[in-house]
């Protein structure tokens, strides 16, 4: 068995990275083509400004083609297979579904880890590079993309207002704090172009100083404000939900979105990020379902038929569950998982039907 499984996976991984660099460099060379000239516009005229951005796109382009590079090469494995024959002998040799689809196991075990590794690790961090360059569509703009202009702060009773690009990078400038009474009621206005941590508060710098009752304003050099902010919890408040790591989603979470952000929302995409990273591994599992069942039903073309119908029916209704997750109209666990569960038991029934 080992030696069965050491062969379909160097030829299921090759084909797969084959597959993957195939669609990955198609699906960039069209977004190059539509925005190379807003790209070197944006650099002053720097075309290698160009390259910097397709370096950032990889990651969150493969991450998307993955899936379907697993579908296609699952299907290319197969087919090599029944054509020559060894589909035939696996079969006659009593090897089960299950049998076949443990043979795909490690390279489809790995896929999942890379998926897993892509969305949480390395396309967050190329998204906020980005996001902060404003390039093409990435113009933060939305609640959704964390692109609101402005964050918003509570500290005990005081309100802070800070730009976003500001909080992104957990610096303390152009800031303005709303102070309030115990009722609520505003009793002065602050905006500093910069504060830095002291003993039991922060130091305001060049700062404005607003009094309500009475009606007064002056400038001041410095001017100490007893209030609390963190520093490492801005970016989960001002970035874009994809920009963040799954634990920084769950602390973001345990928060309640620390009074800024959906909780429901973090959670639909923690929830995604760890169903997506199954995709790899049950469109792979499908195409060895539909081989089994359909092998005496004519052949290749219609498990490659059913495999692709079933498949693409799983990408779009994977994208239209996340969408209404988004949205409110499902909620988090459904959102993600609904249609990993359908196609689950797809493959499930299948995998009957054909041992029945």
Known sequence: ????????????????????????????????????????????????AVLWYALLRVPDVTSKMLPIAALLAALATVGLMMRHNEMVALWSGGVSSAGVMRLFLPVAALMCVVQFALDDRVVPSTLTRLYDW???????SGMLSGGTKEVWLLSGNDVIRLPAHNA????????????????????????????????????????????VAPARGERLAELF???RIDLEHLSLISAGLRELSLNQLLTLIANQGFGQRPTALALTWAHARVANS?????????????????????????VMLSSLAIGFTYFILDNIGLALGESGFL?????????????????????????T
């Open 1 to 48: 068995m080992s030696v069965l499984v050491r062969y379909i996976s160097r030829r299921f991984g090759l084909l797969l990275i084959m597959t993957a660099t195939v669609l990955t460099a198609l699906s960039l060379a069209f977004e190059l083509l539509e925005e190379t000239d807003n790209i070197i516009k944006a650099s002053d005229g720097r075309a290698a």
């Open 134 to 140: 404003g390039v093409g569509d990435f113009r933060r």
């Open 168 to 211: 992104r990078r957990a610096r303390l400038e152009d800031l303005t704090i709303f102070r309030r009474d115990a009722a609520g009621v505003l009793v002065e206005q602050l905006h500093a172009a910069a504060a830095v941590p002291g003993q039991g508060g922060w130091m305001l710098h060049d700062v404005s100083r607003y009094s």
């Open 225 to 227: 404000w007893p209030g």
């Open 278 to 302: 199954l995709g790899p591994l049950l469109v792979a599992a499908l195409v060895i379902a539909c081989s089994q069942v359909y092998r005496r039903r004519g052949g290749f073309g219609i």
């Open 331 to 355: 909620s988090p666990w459904l959102a993600a998982w609904s249609s990993k569960v359908v196609l689950i038991c797809t493959i499930g029934s299948l995998m009957l039907r054909h041992e």
